[in-house]
C-alpha cells in the first residue's frame, strides 16, 4: 500500500508539473490570463469608441498590424477560452456570413505566437540555440504583417453590425468590437479601402449633415401639420425665452428624413405637448451626430459633425439642460462619446423620458376605442446591450391601453440585432441570409399583431422584412409595426382638455 500510495503520489505531481510545462503553450493558458484580462477590463461605457487624434502626425490611423495593438488587445487573443459563445451569439455568423468573432481573435493571438517565438524556459545560450534550432527573438516581418486579411478576411470586417452580442456573451470579457471598428478607421482613412455603398452617406453626411444627403431644409419637414408649434431653439434664444425650454428633443437624421420615422417624430412630439412639457429644437441647425461615420471607421468625419453639434449645444447652454432622443444612436454617441471632445450633456431615451412622464402623470391615456392588442417588443442593441436600457420601455408599454406584450426568444440583453448597426443601414447585404429577414421570423413566430420598437434602424429594417416576409401592409394576414411613442399618442389625453382637478397631478 504504502508502495502504491508513494507511486501514485508521486505521477500526480509529476502531471501537475508537465501540465504547468505545457499550460504556456495550449489553448489553456487562459487558465492563468483570464483573471488579469477581467481584472483590466475596459471600464469606459461599452458604447464609447477609443478616442483618436487625427493633429498627430506619427499617428497610425486605426490598427493594421500587432504593433497598432495594444497591450489589453494582445491579452484578450491569449485569454480567448475558445468557447464560441462569441460565435453563436453574433448575428453576422448564424446568417451565413464570414465574421467569426472566435477565429478573429485566434488569429490575433497566432498572429501574435508567429511573430514571437515565446518566453524561453531553458537556458538560451548560443550552443542551446544552434543545437535544438530555437529562435526566441522578434520577428519584424511578421508584426508588420496587415491584421486584415491574416486574421480575419476583408469582407467579415465590414459584416459587423457592431451589436455588442460578442463582447455581451464573452465570458473573460473580450472586446471584439473596439478591434473591428480599429481595423475599419485604418481601411478607411489610409487605406481608402471600403465598400463602395457607403461612399454616397460619407458624402451626404460630410456635404448635408445627414447620410441621406438632403437638405438642410427639410429637417422641420416633419412638424407640418401637427396642431401645436414645435419652436427651434434659435427662435426662442432671439426672443430672450431660452429658459422655458424644459427639454431639447433631439430629432435625429432618420426622423427627419426617413418618411416612415416622421410618423415617429409627429408621434413623440403629440406626447410631449400631451404632457404639458415646453419643448424645442434645433431645427436646421442639428447634424449628424456622426455615429454612422465613426462605426464606419471614417472617424474625420465623425469628428467634424461631432464637434459642430458639440459646439451648437454648447452655445445654447443645453449642458444645463435635459435632451430627449428616440434614437438609441444619438442617445448613445451623445451620452458616451461626446465627451471626448468637451460635450457633457445629459441624454435621455424618449421610451424612458415617456415612462416618467406616463408615471409621474404628466401623460396621461385614454382607453377609449382602443383595440386589444398583442405585442411584440424589439429591444435595439444600442439601447439595451450598450446603454442597459431594459425594463423603462416595457413599462412605457404596458401603460398603453389594451396592450399585452409577449416576448421573443431572444431579449433584452439576448436581443438579436435588426442588421442595420455599425454603418450596415447604408450597405447592401449579399453574403448568406439577410439578418433582419431572421429577425422578422422571431417576431412572426410570437404570433403578435404588432412588432413595437424603439429605434428610426430597427423600424427600417424590420418594416422591410415584414414586407418581404408576406406580411407587411396591404397582405391577407397583416403585422403592424409601431415605435412606442406611437402607441401611446394614438391614446394619449392632451393637457389642454384635461378638467383643471386632473392637471394637478
Known sequence: MDTGFAVLWWAHIGLVVLFLVYLPFSKHLHIVTSFFNIYFRKLAPRGELPAMDLEREDATFGLRTLQDLGWKDLLDGFTCTECGRCQEACPAWATGKPLNPKTFIMGVRDMAHEAEAGVPLIPNGAAVRETYGLDDGIRPDLLAKPIVD??????????????????????VLIEHV??????????????????????????????AGNPWGLPRSTRTDWTRGLPFEVPTVAELATAGRLDEIEVL?????????????????????TCLDAAGVRFAILGQEESCTGDPARRMGNDYVYQILASGNVETLNRYGMGERTIVTACPHCFNVIGNEYGQL?????????SVYLDRLLSSGRLRLAADGVPARSVTYHDPCYLTRYNGIQAEPRDALASAPGVALVEMDRHGRNTFCCGAGGGRMWME??????INHE?????????ADT??????????????????????????DPVSIADIAELLAESAVPAKRRLPVLQQG
Request: include cysteine; aromatic fraction near 8%; proline fraction near 4%.
Open 249 to 269: 428633443y433631439w430629432v435625429g437624421c432618420a426622423a427627419a428624413f426617413d418618411e416612415r420615422n416622421r410618423k415617429v417624430a409627429r408621434a413623440f412630439a
Open 429 to 434: 447585404e449579399t453574403r448568406g441570409t439577410r
Open 451 to 476: 412588432v413595437a420598437v424603439a429605434c428610426p434602424y430597427c423600424m427600417i429594417m424590420l418594416k422591410d422584412g415584414l414586407a418581404d416576409a408576406g406580411r407587411g401592409p396591404g397582405t391577407d
Open 178 to 207: 473596439d478591434k473591428i471598428v480599429g481595423l475599419r478607421r485604418n481601411l478607411v482613412l489610409e487605406e481608402s479601402r471600403f465598400p463602395q455603398e457607403l461612399t454616397a452617406a460619407m458624402r451626404g453626411m460630410e456635404a
Open 342 to 350: 468637451g460635450g457633457a450633456f445629459e441624454i435621455v431615451h424618449h
Open 150 to 171: 491574416t486574421a480575419i478576411p476583408y469582407d467579415a470586417v465590414w459584416d459587423c453590425v457592431t451589436c455588442g452580442a460578442c463582447v455581451e456573451a464573452c465570458p
Open 439 to 447: 429577425r422578422t421570423r422571431e417576431a412572426l413566430s410570437t404570433g
